[in-house]
């Protein structure tokens, strides 16, 4: 079973159920999707929220590991993509050297602000967590006391592990940030960081009608 835990965000719920139905829709084997919605989180995830953090999942993402027991892989992922390859494909990358597996991307945003008028920060390591491999039993660690009280800077530049040899890596067709990365038909994951067509301002957006046809399939209803 592919475990993968999708960010929630409330504002836009409608995010992390199109990227559910773009897995499922291409999956070849089973998968467990869960959501890291922060009511269903209460009772671990307590801290307050950092006027940084641009989603209600910015830290909580953490928490995978520990919500696998420590066992086995888990995946997880931003709410604002979509997936158009077979993530058995992507689990197929697993590998037990590493504490984490990402896309190291070199992302130095210009912009100073993200969708829905969050602000944008530069850091080194920006983007890595937004799709992430958990090898579980490596990331004690990411206890949920230590989820609830590291800064932000510890979490997504991975200082919990010690080193960076621990985090290995994954081919770029598995995180493409739209509008960002030079454009490419062949990618497996579509990263709209700097928002989608689901927002009036970037409704025009590298891989826009791609979405929009996966929200219409999620939809759809055969009728009698």
């Not at 660690?141 to 994954?170: C, R």
């Not at 709209?192 to 009036?200: A, C, D, S, V």
Request: contains cysteine.
């Amino acid at each position: 079973m592919i475990q993968i835990y999708l960010g929630y965000d409330s504002r836009i719920p409608a995010l992390s159920s199109v990227l559910a139905h773009s897995i499922n829709a291409r999956a070849s084997e089973p998968v467990s999707i869960s959501l890291l919605s922060l009511t269903q989180v209460k009772k671990i995830f307590n801290r307050e929220r950092n006027p940084l953090q641009s989603t209600e999942f910015s830290f909580s993402r953490f928490l995978a590991p520990y919500l696998s027991n420590y066992e086995g892989f888990s995946i997880f992922m931003d709410n604002d993509m979509i997936v158009l390859g077979d993530i058995a494909k992507l689990w197929a990358l697993r590998d037990e050297r590493y504490a984490v597996q990402c896309v190291k991307h070199d992302h130095k945003p210009k912009e100073g602000t993200k969708f829905l008028g969050e602000p944008q920060t530069a850091y080194e390591k920006k983007n890595w967590s937004s799709v992430m491999i958990f090898n579980n039993a490596k990331c004690r660690a990411l206890t949920p006391e230590y989820v609830n009280t590291a800064s932000g800077l510890e979490l997504h530049q991975f200082k919990w592990l010690g080193n960076d040899e621990m985090i290995g890596a994954l081919p770029h067709r598995w995180n493409h940030l739209v509008d960002y990365d030079a454009p490419n038909p062949d990618v497996s994951l579509v990263h709209y960081t700097l928002g989608g067509p689901y927002y009036t301002a970037t409704r025009d957006c590298e891989y826009a009608a791609e979405w929009l046809c996966e929200r219409e399939d999620m939809l759809r209803c055969v009728q009698a």
